[in-house]
């Protein structure tokens, strides 16, 4: 990771139940992020902390796992997760759900638009976790809805998100309603001032921690990303290998099993390609990696942990079969490539649900990722074909090439002869898969609005006056509330 922090090399180190370690395993995690390792050991030795790591870095599972560790079970509403809006109280949920599933850890999400009478239900059943927004909060809390609601850990979530929404005076309130003797944990990608003032009137005393962004990525390598469905991600591979050219390809996929299936799938389609995961055997591991620097393969299918610090040179291509977990994982596969001043190419598959993982690449590592489209058969023999002409023009003449020309001169005229050639090579360059890989031109449209929209919302919210920003927020805050 890049980052100036040392990070943990595993989640044992906290000294976490056998039952939470094991939800964090099932969910995939394998090294706690930076802002996880300084801060657990922090919220684990209750202390109040102001967190402040940009998004998309792990913090929700910062405060998630301390929280479940410390869970005594006792039948009452222990901790409170307080964030701006529906979605991300539902992802927080999940993600709590995800690792606290072996702890029984039942959470319930409390949000405007939902029932008030369906949430009463839900509260009675004694969550031991509860995360809502703002308004539905401050709603249950003025209407006595929550009794004996003392939860001893308090976290803010997004906490300049919910500035910007206009929930800080919400916010103030809900604390008039929770214990004094509490803890409290304040997240939030950016620390403007009206948040530093709350934090001064909520916290006791609390730890810093604040994780710089990562380091902006290589410029030797050229990153791009190609929008396609589902079911397209193996053609797409085979076609852009095909019209790539490279020396030495890393694809990265999620999981050992797809390593497998990929690698052969890629063997039996005539390309020289091996596997690299963890279920291998260390000398499998090894052999891998030895036959893939030495050429005997030219393709390796990895996953991320296998892979993790292998440096090989002449690595032209990485592939992201999956968009990584997260943007760490991004800049650290990217970066088998574009190695020792030579130039890469990092191109990232994904479908348009998954573009939103994209931008949080990019706004975390400053990446400069941009859309291409997948070519099609025809565009790909172009490329092919000019590929051919300029191995031509750089091949040196042998002896043997020249003795076989003699005995064939006899029988052939020149240009035959350079035609039966051409035709013969040419015959081994089929290119694979459908003609058109990726959206159709009318969905692609769709999409490329939908970016430069956002892009377009995005610019104006920034150069908005602070003064006409907090107007229209104060109306959807309104709004909130009377869907409330
Ligand atoms: P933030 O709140 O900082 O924007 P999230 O908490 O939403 O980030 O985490 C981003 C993604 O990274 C989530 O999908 C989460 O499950 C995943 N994640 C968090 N911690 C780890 C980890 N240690 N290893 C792998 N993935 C992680
Ligand atoms: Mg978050």
Request: charged content about 25%; glycine content about 4%; overall charge positive.
């Amino acid at each position: 990771m890049n980052n100036n922090h040392e990070s943990c090399s595993s989640f044992l180190e906290f000294e976490f139940k056998q039952n939470l370690l094991r939800g964090i395993n099932e969910a995939g995690f394998k090294i706690p992020s930076p802002i996880q390792t300084q801060t657990i050991p922090l919220i684990l030795g209750r202390h109040d902390i102001i967190a402040q790591a940009q998004t998309g870095t792990g913090k929700t599972a910062a405060f998630a796992l301390p929280i479940i560790q410390n869970l005594k079970n006792n039948g009452e509403i222990e901790a409170l997760i307080v964030t701006p809006t529906r979605e991300l109280a539902m992802q927080i949920s999940d993600e709590v759900y995800k690792l606290g599933k072996f702890c029984h850890t039942k959470t319930v999400s409390i949000y405007g638009g939902q029932s008030i009478q369906r949430q009463i239900e839900l509260l009675k059943k004694r969550p031991q976790v509860i995360i809502a927004t703002p308004g539905r909060l401050l709603d249950h809390l003025r209407n006595e809805r929550l009794n004996q609601f003392n939860p001893n850990t308090v976290v803010l979530d997004e906490s300049d998100e919910m500035l910007d929404m206009g929930f800080l005076e919400d916010i103030e309130e809900i604390f008039s309603y929770l214990p004094q003797n509490r803890q409290t944990l304040l997240f939030s990608a950016t620390m403007p001032l009206p948040i530093k003032k709350l934090a001064q009137k909520i916290l006791n005393n609390p730890k810093i921690v604040k994780i710089s962004p990562s380091e902006t990525t290589n410029s030797d390598i050229s990153q791009r990303y190609y929008i396609i469905n589902e079911y397209e991600r193996e053609d797409a591979i085979i076609r852009l290998i095909d019209s790539e050219f490279p020396t030495k390809t890393i694809i990265f996929v999620r999981m050992k099993k797809e390593a497998d299936v990929l690698s052969d799938c890629l063997c039996s389609k005539g390309y020289l390609a091996g596997a690299l995961h963890g279920d291998m055997e260390q000398r499998e591991r090894l052999q891998a990696i030895k036959n893939f620097k030495e050429g005997i393969i030219d393709i390796l299918v990895a996953t991320d942990v296998a892979a993790r610090g292998l440096d090989i040179s002449d690595v032209s291509h990485v592939f992201n079969y999956h968009i990584p977990l997260n943007p760490e994982n991004y800049v650290h596969r990217i970066g088998r490539t574009g190695r020792a001043g030579k130039k890469g190419v990092a191109i990232t598959l994904a479908t348009p649900l998954e573009f939103k993982e994209i931008r949080r690449i990019t706004e975390n590592t400053r990446a400069k990722i941009e859309l291409y489209e997948i070519p099609t058969i025809a565009q790909t023999l172009k490329t092919v074909h000019s590929n051919l002409i300029k191995t031509l023009l750089e091949t040196e003449i042998t002896d043997d090439a020249l003795g076989i020309y003699e005995q064939l001169s006899n029988n052939f005229e020149s240009t035959q002869l350079v035609c039966k050639l051409l035709s013969y090579i040419l015959k081994e360059s089929k290119v694979l898969g459908p003609n058109k890989i990726g959206l159709s031109q009318k969905d692609l449209k769709k999409f490329k609005d939908s970016i430069f929209n956002y892009q377009k919302e995005k610019h104006s919210k920034t150069h908005k006056p602070h003064k006409t920003k907090r107007a229209n927020n104060v109306s959807k805050k309104h709004k909130t509330r009377n869907t409330s």
